[in-house]
């Protein structure tokens, strides 16, 4: 008999087995489009973003690492000097609305006071300058850009919720629009809040106008001057799980109202993302149900292929919970969705859709650990035997070698994932290791033609 328990959380004593959190400058620099990312660090720093990110090079990337020396370390040399001069180049160079400076391990080691030191030169350089504390003693790698939007939030523009009509055009500029319709109706404005490539942003926005819920911006938005007012009257919903800081700081120190929606990853995801916003804005949901089937329908190669087969998430990059959810949904079978960090007030949507997710299949509630040990962990996946491990490329070779098909995760942090018709993206990404190991599956050629022409 399949009991269907709420979700039983476990914590372990592993370490962050993940990516340093300054990684995050891969994908916000190029969100932000008119931004430059100066990482202060050692040349190990310096190294990790070469191998990480070096792919990026030729393309004339707006982020560089300001290397620590032994003279730096020691204190022989001054840091607002050292930094001016830094900053200086970077201003000659590049020109930026913004410069983000990404402190690292050691600037908190040596004490280095970025915060006291950055509204100086900001004055002098007449460019402002946001401090983000990327710690990857601290952190997990995605959460490298909840730091950076934390510190981001406090230099969004106010939001004056009691001007008027006219007073707001004036004021507001271009997105003044979309949050004069919106307060007609609700008087509130909508930000998202989460880093997502301009187009899948963008297909967000056009799910919300079918809804008549305009947004008033995202935060981070393409160019810095483009940042969204903030304050009371102002609603926020985040996009990835990640995203816990961001969303305490958005409430506490901004005084917006914080969405608890579930993610928009996967059809049935981005509809109820889409529902809890209109429950909030009072707006009844249309053609929603009718939407969700038609994507399932056009998933179902690749549904049929997932089915009945079983996965293991060991844990790097924070959206295991969302993805496995989907996968559920897919018909998988998820034996344990391993998470470096797990904040259950700000998933607390997510947690629930799981729970449903699973009544609705008909399968009991998968294990989920928090800052899982690895040696652990695939002493599990030996007794368990899993189609798929979704784990961090330290780990994937290894387990190779042993017979356990895997998936880097961190694939999926820059894939596009999230809204209703990305959801092949995601699964594609799942089902390829699959195919390659499967020989039943080998003529995928055809297979993915058919679905081209249908």
């Not at 004036?170 to 490539?197: D, M």
């Not at 903030?230 to 914080?258: D, E, I």
Request: with cysteine; aromatic share 8%; charged share 20%.
């Amino acid at each position: 008999m399949i009991t269907f328990e709420t979700a039983a959380f476990e914590c372990e004593t592993g370490n962050y087995h993940t990516f340093c959190p300054i990684s995050c400058v891969a994908w916000l620099h190029q969100k932000i489009e008119d931004s430059f990312f100066s990482v202060i660090g050692t040349k190990t720093c310096g190294y990790f973003l070469q191998n990480a990110l070096g792919v990026m090079i030729l393309a004339e990337p707006r982020y560089a690492t300001a290397e620590l020396e032994e003279g730096d370390i020691s204190a022989q040399l001054n840091d607002q000097e050292e930094l001016e001069r830094l900053c200086l180049q970077i201003k000659r160079d590049r020109n930026p609305s913004v410069i983000v400076w990404i402190g690292t391990c050691t600037t908190e080691i040596i004490k280095m006071d970025l915060e006291g030191i950055a509204p100086k030169l900001e004055s002098q350089l007449e460019i402002p300058i946001v401090v983000a504390r990327a710690n990857g003693s601290d952190y997990a790698f995605t959460q490298g850009e909840d730091t950076v939007l934390a510190a981001m939030t406090h230099r969004c523009p106010e939001y004056d919720y009691s001007a008027t009509n006219s007073d707001k055009k004036k004021e507001q500029g271009r997105f003044q629009e979309s949050i004069l319709t919106s307060r007609k109706s609700n008087n509130h404005a909508l930000v998202p809040f989460g880093s997502l490539p301009s187009i899948v942003a963008s297909q967000l926005n056009l799910e919300l106008r079918r809804q008549s819920i305009h947004v008033s911006g995202w935060l981070p938005s393409q160019r810095y001057a483009e940042l969204p007012a903030l304050g009371k009257g102002v609603c926020v919903c985040g996009v990835n799980p990640f995203l816990s800081r961001t969303a305490t700081t958005l409430m506490r120190r901004r005084g917006c109202q914080l969405i608890g929606a579930p993610f928009p990853i996967g059809p049935d995801g981005t509809r109820a993302w889409i529902e809890k916003i209109c429950s909030v804005f009072s707006v009844k949901p249309q053609g929603l149900e009718e939407r969700e089937t038609y994507i399932w329908k056009s998933l179902k190669d690749y549904v049929a292929v997932v089915t009945g087969k079983s996965i293991f998430f060991m844990g790097d990059n924070l959206l295991e919970v969302s993805i496995a959810r989907f996968l559920i949904r897919c018909g998988m079978i998820v034996y344990e969705i391993g998470i470096p960090y797990m904040d259950k007030r700000y998933q607390a949507a997510e947690l629930l859709l799981l729970q449903n997710t699973c009544k609705k299949m008909r399968v009991p509630m998968p294990r989920i650990v928090e800052k899982p040990d690895n040696y652990s962990q695939v002493q599990r996946m030996h007794e368990l035997g899993p189609n798929l491990a979704v784990t961090g490329m330290a780990h994937a070779n290894p387990l190779e070698a042993r017979g356990i098909d895997t998936k880097w995760s961190v694939e999926f942090t820059f894939a596009q994932i999230h809204g209703s018709t990305n959801a092949r993206d995601v699964l594609e990404l799942v089902t390829r290791p699959l195919r390659r190991n499967d020989d039943s599956l080998l003529d995928w050629s055809n297979l993915s033609r058919q679905i081209i022409e249908a």
